[in-house]
């Protein structure tokens, strides 16, 4: 009998770790199942493209899997079971031996009313594309407004003053925006704003979001014919309706191996896992933690099925990118536990490293049998854990 490996979610941390796994264990002993809603993997650090006009190149998860053993399942996840080991998904219900959670995360309103009704957001594509048929309609003069201060309310805010020069253009943060740069970065990063003509409303913490705009906490009213919310991710309730032990966010609780800590079948890579990074920090969301944490999930789970040393060294961070349209661009170094240093690339190099490292991401996803040599080992017997496969 098979041991059934179930990945739920097929962005970064999802595809990256179904891949791995494929690269890692023999097909004579393992079953890979990857299960997303999406037929296609999204590029999610390029939302902010797709939805100023751009259109990106699909990639369909049955393609980009063929040949690999990983068998792809387009459903939707609708809840988990971790005591009878089993998932619900749209229409049916599949058993596991080892589940991967990589549902990743979606967009955090805070209960700020108004949100769900009349702003629009990044967090996936249908909602971008939503975006970016309501940009269509704004009329020249009209006001564009990104709540948020953080790296996508930049790089959409970036993207659509570059897309729609007619447009007004303005963010409006609840703290600094790009106040955690280091102070060369965030001199370049308001000449940005000043060339693009975007208006920036600092410690403006909004507190509803109406047809007409938004208001803040001071009551001022900032108009806005369009309003995009980027002020923050959430992850996917259904870990927090389950038995697994999750932080006070919803996210797994994982060790340094990515391993659940109250249930070791299960492990979670990307946004839904609350793991601590270098420093002792849990790793923030992002694609910048996905990937790193999909070849520490991908490698354990491998290392503990075949009898190796299990790695488990804290993951660190290496830089902060941000694209300011398709031309400019800052490149942040940081320190492994995510404080800015002095060195920054800007302006055309840092937008060609941005694209460098995502047009790289995406390519490691689209061909998943080519990032590493071939090492597909044997299961082996290890305690109680898998007693139907012996030393090979």
């Excluded at 549902?103 to 996936?124: F, K, M, Q």
């Excluded at 208006?199 to 806005?224: K, L």
Aim: aromatic share 4%; net charge neutral.
């Amino acid at each position: 009998m098979k041991h059934r490996i179930v990945v739920l979610g097929a962005g970064y941390a999802g595809a990256i770790t179904a891949g791995r796994l494929a690269k890692r264990l023999h097909r004579d002993d393992v079953e890979i199942t990857l299960v997303n809603a999406d037929p296609e993997f999204v590029e999610r650090v390029r939302m902010h493209q797709l939805a100023s006009g751009q259109d990106l190149p699909a990639r369909p998860l049955r393609d980009v899997f063929a040949g690999t053993g990983v068998q792809v399942r387009i459903a939707r996840v609708t809840a988990v079971d971790v005591d009878r080991k089993t998932v619900d998904l749209t229409g049916e219900n599949i058993g596991y031996d080892t589940l991967v959670y990589a549902l990743g995360s979606t967009i955090a309103d805070y209960g700020v009313p108004g949100v769900a009704e009349h702003a629009y957001n990044v967090a996936g594509k249908q909602a971008a594309l939503r975006l970016r048929a309501r940009l269509n309609e704004l009329r020249p003069g009209e006001t564009a407004l990104i709540v948020g201060g953080g790296l996508t309310s930049i790089e959409v805010a970036a993207e659509i003053a570059e897309a729609r020069p007619d447009l007004e253009v303005a963010i409006a943060a609840r703290g600094g925006v790009g106040d955690w740069l280091d102070e060369k970065a965030q001199r370049y990063l308001r000449g940005a704003f000043e060339r693009f003509g975007i208006t920036v409303h600092e410690h403006a913490d909004v507190t509803q979001v109406t047809a007409n705009g938004v208001v803040t906490r001071s009551g001022q009213h900032i108009p806005a014919q369009m309003t995009v919310w980027t002020a923050g991710f959430t992850v996917h309730p259904i870990a927090a309706a389950t038995t697994l032990a999750v932080s006070d966010s919803g996210r797994i609780v994982v060790d340094a191996t990515l391993r659940s800590v109250s249930h070791p079948d299960v492990y979670a890579v990307g946004d839904a896992a609350h793991a601590e990074g270098v420093g002792g920090k849990p790793l923030r969301m992002g694609c910048a933690t996905a990937t790193p944490m999909a070849w520490q999930g991908a490698d354990a789970i491998a290392a503990r099925l075949t009898g190796r040393k299990v790695p488990d060294a804290p993951i660190g961070y290496a830089s902060q990118c941000i694209s300011l349209g398709r031309r400019d661009g800052i490149v942040q170094k940081v320190t492994a536990d995510d404080q800015p240093t002095s060195k920054v690339a800007m302006g055309r190099m840092g937008a060609r490293i941005k694209e460098l490292i995502c047009a790289s991401a995406a390519w490691s996803i689209s061909h998943p049998t080519m990032m590493l040599p071939s090492r597909r080992r044997h299961l082996v017997a290890i305690g109680d854990v898998e007693p139907q496969f012996v030393t090979r």
